[in-house]
């Protein structure tokens, strides 16, 4: 069993840029990896760090005013190769939920898969998001999952999003799709029996 999701209160971390790829995410030097284990350490390794393995201070996660489980992230994340361990570095970091107007479905799929929550909201609500936490780096930020909705708590303007109802079942419950089957085993065993 997993965190099970409801609604998530946190101050947020901008990442206000366009079309952040999975190499950006996780550098693909990081791939021969195949444990979850440490993965958050490397997220935005290459954006985080110099060449010479000194922090770059001027990337907002080095920020210490910047802190939360949640990721705003400008339009078209995720794009790029396919690599789970994008949606692997995202989770093992903290961030819990990303808010974007615009996901790579297969990065999207990857996120929910490690049980964080991909939100999109228009552009104009994802703007005003930025400007928030610009304002006041405390700004907090509401996810509803049983709602489906996200509220800027320093404007009050809410809106809805969408998610496939599996997935929300899931992440409601702290299943991954393994545990759902082993949940479900005896109605699939009934199933079984009756068509025969």
């Not at 770059?56 to 489980?69: A, H, I, M, Q, T």
């Not at 093992?92 to 991909?118: Q, T, W």
């Amino acid at each position: 069993m997993k965190q099970k999701f409801d609604i998530i209160t946190s101050t947020c971390v901008p990442l206000p840029l366009e079309n952040v790829d999975t190499d950006q995410i996780i550098p693909a030097r990081f791939l021969k990896a195949t444990d979850k284990e440490g993965m958050g350490d490397n997220l935005f390794r290459d954006w985080r760090f110099n060449a010479d393995g000194s922090v770059n201070k001027d990337f907002v996660l080095n920020n210490p005013s910047y802190s939360g489980e949640i990721l705003v992230a400008g339009k078209n994340f995720g794009s790029g190769s396919s690599r789970e361990h994008a949606a692997w570095a995202i989770a093992g970091y903290g961030f819990r939920v990303v808010i974007s107007s615009f996901f790579a479905d297969i990065h999207k799929n990857n996120e929910l898969n490690n049980f964080v929550l991909p939100v999109v909201v228009s552009e104009a609500f994802l703007q005003e998001l930025f400007d928030s936490i610009a304002k006041d780096h405390k700004t907090e930020v509401e996810v509803n999952l049983p709602l489906q909705t996200v509220t800027n708590k320093a404007t009050g303007r809410s809106e809805h999003f969408d998610i496939n109802g599996y997935k929300k079942h899931c992440l409601m419950n702290g299943l991954d799709d393994i545990d759902f089957l082993v949940a479900n085993q005896e109605k699939t065993e009934a199933w079984e029996q009756q068509n025969k």
